[in-house]
């Protein structure tokens, strides 16, 4: 018997090693054998026809000009975290801007810094926070480049600064015909730009207004969705909040019915402000998320481990800088024929509980044993937007974010889109919109109800663009069709 003992305790002493030492899989992106690009899903491999590496602005300049001389295309790429072939297309030369990733100025007395469009969050607090300062929107994390960012106008967990278009001082643009343009916070060009998906031209640098750093104290609340509504507009209120999440329970005993909120208190103490943090427990993370991603009463106790994890953090004190690179390498995902994709939903505030309400006749509370399955909704505000074309929040909304697992075969796929689809169509609704740097799930028509201002923005590219140098995935599929003068 103890030989027996003896023989398990080995046997899970070296599973446990095995488990560690693994590494977390890091997808990769890019280039692949052939001249095959790709982005973060994979789902959209496409034969180009070469990588040019940023060097200098005269090389872009020569490259674009030449481009239009012999009719070539152009594509942007950073660090290709979008999901629907935004930074490639059949080919076409890809230019890539990770190169181009200096930070150029900081101004503490503005309050302002200076990047080029390749550089990082990350770069970006590095060289900010020896003086104090923080950024004022950014998304979750910090592994995204600048001209990514604003190129899909990204939110994130602030609640008082709006989008990142809104923190734009200057941008100095490469357009289309191969000049070099200042583009200032009022010039009417930056609404085509600033969530323009690369289709105007290339970021070369930035200026953002940014603000103080500071330290905050982590408050959570568990509610009912069905209250929620009533206790954001209490959030929005309390002016010592700065930053606010939430999460909707896609566990089958408590699907949509349960939320729990994350709040960062503006706190004064005397101490220095802490040092930029790294990821911390990966494996961890990852191994609860593992677990939910089976689904039905895996499901239901993530959950439990998901909610219980983030009231142990009630109380901690953080910095405006570190609320702002939260975790990502756990939430990787290469599970041999699936494939995991962000969907986005926005919907006016007012109609959120019932908007919830509708998507329990809609989404299946226990999906374990269907193709397509919902891991994860995160609930975020995002205020009107008035400064960008392609529009996401035409009023005060609140953005779902939703992580859903399917196949990677023609059936597959075939069944997620229906499935998102349908989903986009309750939004609709309910006077909503969807996120545009995802995957091509939505139709053309559900791409113009959701984006009325879609035809003056196609006018615009054919009027700026007129040999429709810039191009890609995104443009091929929703915009071609509304620009009379393609050629």
Known sequence: MKKIMGIGTILIVLCAVIWWIIPVEQRKYGLTAGNLATDYTGLIPTKIERVEQAISREQLQQLVRQANAEGKKISIAGLQHSQGGHTF???AIVLDMRSFNQVLAVDDVQKTVKVEAGATFDTIQQAIA???LALKVTQSQSIFTVGGSLSINAHGRDIRNGSMASNVEELTLLTPTGDIEVLKKDDDKLRYVLGGYGLFGVMLDVTLSVTEDELYQMETDHITARNYKAYFRNVQQDTDIAMHYARLSVAPASFLEELYTVNYHRIKLDEELPALADEQLVRLRKAALDLGRQGGGYEDLFWRIQSGHADLQAGSIVSRNNVMRAESTFMEYTKPGKVEVLQEFFVPVEVFTDYVEALKDYVPANDRDHSVKVHNITVRYTARDELTQLNYAKDDMLALVVLIQHGVTDAEIAEATAFIRGWTDVTRAYGGTYYLPYYPYQTPEQFT?????????????????????????????YIKGLTANEN
Not at 451 to 461: C, G, I, R, S, V
Not at 462 to 474: E, G, K, M, Q, S
């Open 89 to 91: 297309f059949e080919d």
């Open 130 to 132: 020896p003086y104090g």
């Open 449 to 477: 109800k959701a984006y009325p201002n879609a035809q003056e923005f196609a006018d615009m590219k054919a009027r700026l663009d007129p040999n429709t140098v810039f191009i890609n995935h995104f443009y091929d599929n």
